[in-house]
């Protein structure tokens, strides 16, 4: 059973995908970012699989999430050696959810990219903060219809990684790093100004709620 924001959580994932947008859930940290997701990818139609690349330490916790809420969802987790990994990339498209690690999703891209993913979410989505990296521009390689960034961390601790998380959900909205750097980054005597304008323009796409916020519906410590 949902809790409320939880349900307005999905309710939203449900508006951006009911419009074709890519979109930020930046929820504080322990609020269910990862039942709010699964909740969403359970329903809607699945013309084919989703691929979720998360820290390695997290892979498993999505596994028994999954097993946990959605036991009916087929879940394969994409790891093993480079032959065991080759043959999961042929059986890929009989699963509703692959679940690898940034460091396997970036290594294997050109053998991912060759899949037609239905979503491409990544959890703890700061590790594509450095838009310089070649793990970075890896990931983004990688094909899907719809994509979804998850993130416990404030984006607006730096304004080159809400560029570079933007670009990854809705590529070219802010044009390039350069034209964005010029607009707000290099105008420190129109900062106020350009802040709500910059905060304007992500608010439709980036939903965040902290712990104070629905403190009253979280249950108590066990």
């Known amino acids: 059973v949902l809790r409320h924001y939880q349900k307005e959580g999905y309710k939203w994932l449900k508006f951006l995908y009911k419009f074709r947008f ?17 909740s969403f990818l359970r329903n809607i139609e699945k013309s084919n699989p989703s691929l979720i690349v998360v820290p390695k330490s997290l892979v498993y916790n999505w596994k028994n999430e999954c097993e946990k809420f959605f036991p009916q969802m087929t879940l394969m ?9 080759r043959l999961k990339i042929e059986q890929m498209k009989d699963f509703d959810l692959i ?13 991912l990219e060759k899949i037609k993913f239905l979503y491409l979410v990544l959890d703890e989505a700061h590790n ?3 838009r310089t990296t070649k793990r970075t521009g890896n990931i983004k390689k990688i094909k899907s219809q719809y994509r979804l960034a998850i993130t416990g961390t404030p984006l607006e601790n730096s304004l080159e990684e809400l560029w570079s998380i933007f670009d990854f959900v ?15 980054l290099k ?36």
């Open 128 to 130: 594509i903060k450095n």
């Open 99 to 111: 679940v690898t690690s940034f460091d396997l999703a970036a290594r294997d891209h050109e053998e």
């Open 22 to 38: 890519g979109g930020i859930l930046a929820d504080d940290m322990g609020l269910g970012k990862t039942l709010q997701t699964l």
């Open 187 to 222: 105008a420190p005597e129109h900062k106020e100004r350009l802040m709500i304008e910059l905060k304007n323009k992500i608010t439709p796409f980036m939903l965040r709620r902290k712990k104070e916020e629905v403190l009253k519906e979280l249950p108590n410590k066990m």
């Open 77 to 85: 987790i994409y790891e093993g050696s480079l032959a065991q990994r």
């Open 170 to 184: 809705i590529p070219g909205y802010f044009g390039s790093f350069k034209k964005f750097s010029e607009e707000y």
